[in-house]
């Protein structure tokens, strides 16, 4: 399975999905399969078919939010891929 990936600022097309590493930045289109578990930076009207991992017999719509993590002392928000 191959994914377009953006990595040091360079587009590379055609790029093994088992080549993904932490800070990749993965380019997604219409009827492309997810090649990650990765975090979503910049989307339009996405949905997702995740009936083989759910079950569910629906799309899921996916949002570029930020995630929150907390700390004892801080606040951290962070989006990255």
Not at 4 to 31: E, I
Request: glycine fraction near 6%; proline fraction near 2%; charged fraction near 20%.
């Amino acid at each position: 399975h191959t994914c377009t990936v953006v990595r040091n600022g360079q587009v590379r097309d055609h790029y093994p999905a088992k080549d993904l590493v932490v800070g990749d930045l993965v380019v997604l289109s219409t009827g492309d399969r997810v090649p990650a578990d990765c975090r979503i930076v910049d989307a339009v009207e996405l949905t997702v078919d995740e009936s083989s991992l759910t079950g569910e017999n629906t799309s899921i719509t996916k949002t570029s939010s930020s995630l929150s993590l907390f700390s004892s002392q801080s606040q951290l928000l962070g989006t990255s891929c």
